[in-house]
């Protein structure tokens, strides 16, 4: 019997620096074997450099308005045309950059520690506290994000702001109900028995070694789950309730440009092109990190 306690007290988990820099290499060296993956990376890495030296790369002011160049077709003096006011669409949509990637940005550092802190204490200490917390889960599940994100935006007020609130109180409960099921799995390790036996307290043990084996699955659920969030914020935008006029939010830019659609068709279907090419992006690059990260879910 000594020989097994002992045994069990010489589990040890890998330091989290450890964990982080073995998945980040495992990362790098199995995304050569994704080319679609690696792909959606590069798209992202982009839009993050565009979004970054939005200013330098734009070819006009967003929202300087030229109403002799008003609806004209792309060219080489306007790559991707001009709006209705004469505004270049290119530039509007490099701006736009910035607003989509500071959503994406916001939500996720909002959803995931909430989704993420919601579902390891669900898990691992289950019992009435399980119950309590997955059914305010279950709760704001049975509602359509986007219904749920239109009242909440409708309440709260038009604004960037207030759409990403609204966004984030519908987003949480996917991460939630993933970082469970991982708790319960984790929570009968052999180290976490070991910590048990060293005398650790349960909060040592929930934030010290269930968390963070929690987090890569979390990770890969959010750059999964912004698709459907960067839909849901050109939704809210199409709708009035996102960043508000002058700003050049993609939703805002296919509203604005549905009613020249049949005349004018790049209007709308440029910010329409950039909200599909954003999402296949984070979709495809969320498909990569699942395959790598869970072999459970690797492509045969």
Not at 174 to 194: G, H, K, M, S, T
Not at 198 to 225: D, E, H, K, Q, W
Not at 237 to 249: D, N, R, S, T, Y
Request: net charge positive.
């Amino acid at each position: 019997m000594s020989d097994a306690i002992q045994t069990d007290l010489t589990v040890r988990p890998p330091s989290l620096p450890a964990r982080i820099a073995a998945s980040t290499m495992r990362i790098i060296s199995r995304l050569g074997q994704e080319p679609l993956g690696m792909v959606g990376f590069i798209i992202l890495a982009i839009l993050c450099v565009v979004a970054i030296l939005a200013p330098l790369l734009a070819p006009y002011d967003p929202n300087i308005q030229v109403l002799s160049d008003a609806l004209q077709p792309p060219s080489v003096a306007h790559w991707a045309g001009t709006d209705e006011f004469g505004r270049d669409i290119l530039s509007r949509l490099i701006h736009g950059t910035r607003i989509t990637v500071q959503t994406v940005l916001s939500i996720s550092l909002i959803v995931g520690p909430i989704g993420l802190l919601i579902g390891v204490v669900a898990g691992f200490f289950g019992g009435r506290t399980d119950a309590l917390l997955m059914r305010a889960t279950d709760i704001v599940l049975s509602f359509p994000s986007l219904i749920l994100a239109l009242a909440f935006a409708a309440a709260l007020g038009a604004g960037l702001t207030t759409a990403i609130i609204a966004i984030s109180l519908t987003a949480w409960p996917p991460i939630a109900r993933l970082a469970r099921a991982e708790a319960l799995v984790v929570r009968n390790a052999d180290y976490v028995a070991a910590a048990r036996l060293y005398g650790a307290s349960p909060l040592r043990i929930l934030f010290v070694y269930i968390a963070p084996m929690c987090i890569p699955s979390v990770i890969v659920r959010l750059t999964l789950n912004m698709a459907g969030i960067i839909l849901t914020a050109a939704s809210l935008g199409f709708l009035g309730l996102g960043a508000q006029p002058p700003a050049p939010e993609w939703g805002a830019m296919i509203s604005s440009g549905r009613k020249f659609m049949l005349d004018y068709w790049w209007v709308a279907v440029m910010p329409g092109l950039a909200i599909l090419i954003t999402s296949l992006a984070f979709n495809v690059a969320g498909d990569a990190l699942r395959d790598i990260l869970d072999p459970r879910h690797a492509r045969s």
